[in-house]
């Protein structure tokens, strides 16, 4: 009950409350950033493995974000 109700409300809360203090192009960014956070706390609590497949797209999802933001009009 809880991991369906309270934290999906929570994250929806802190999610729209992000995309109001930034726009709509920076809080998309941040959105790429999920996969990597997910992955980071599974290593972190649930002590899941890191592979190079997992550091390869860590290395493309953040050279991404930073040109997008480097090279933004």
Request: charged share 5%; net charge neutral.
């Amino acid at each position: 009950m809880y991991l369906g109700l309270i934290s999906t409300a929570l994250t929806f809360v802190l999610w729209n409350r992000g995309v109001q203090m930034l726009n709509a192009a920076t809080s998309g960014l941040y959105f790429l950033f999920q996969p990597v956070v997910g992955s980071l706390l599974g290593w972190l609590c649930l002590g899941e493995q890191i592979t190079w497949s997992f550091l390869l797209g860590l290395v493309l999802i953040a050279t991404s974000i930073w040109v997008s933001i480097r090279f933004a009009d």
